[in-house]
């Protein structure tokens, strides 16, 4: 219903609340970052119920609608949690080799250097869901799928060519 806008606030909400939580409450060590996290996920989740509370209701849960979107967490739950797991992997090898203090310092410059990264990709991938609803709904989802992917291999073979030419062996 065009709330796309909304979901990527909400997300970018949600990574602010984090990473300012967490750099306040630093000195709390473990507990400063979960708490951080915790902080960063309700802010997003209050946004999101304030935009939508006049929308759904919580007093009775409907089955049927249960039962119909079934798929989507079935086929969703093994990306997510492979996606997760790819992100999180060099941290787990990193502790097998490293002091935890330096663990520490290369987390927190990854996700410093990946949180802008990730704010652009998550809205770049709203807009594409948009329109790629839209394409489905107009029989056009095959070739709007061959433009995405022509022009991901265009932007990404520059760069490519580059360090494979001028790179350290």
Do not use: H, W
């Not at 996290?37 to 304030?50: E, R, W």
């Not at 992100?87 to 787990?92: D, E, G, H, I, T």
């Not at 998550?122 to 070739?143: F, G, Q, W």
Request: hydrophobic share 50%.
């Amino acid at each position: 219903n065009g709330q796309f806008n909304s979901i990527g606030i909400a997300k970018i909400l949600s990574a602010m609340g984090t990473v300012i939580s967490q750099i306040l409450l630093f000195k709390s060590g473990l507990n400063g970052l979960i708490i951080g996290a915790f902080i960063g996920y309700i802010s997003s989740f209050i946004f999101l119920y304030l935009k939508v509370k006049n929308y759904i209701t919580f007093t009775k849960i409907e089955f049927s609608l249960c039962k119909k979107y079934i798929k989507f967490p079935k086929y969703d739950l093994l990306a997510s949690l492979l996606n997760a797991l790819s992100n999180q992997l060099p941290n787990l090898l990193l502790s097998k080799l490293t002091t935890p203090n330096t663990l520490g310092n290369y987390s927190l410059m990854s996700r410093n250097l990946m949180t802008p990264l990730g704010l652009l990709i998550n809205s770049i991938s709203l807009v594409l869901k948009r329109e790629l609803l839209i394409a489905k709904k107009e029989n056009i989802i095959n070739s709007m799928f061959y433009k995405i992917t022509i022009a991901l291999l265009l932007m990404g073979f520059p760069p490519s060519l580059i360090l494979y030419l001028y790179g350290v062996d």
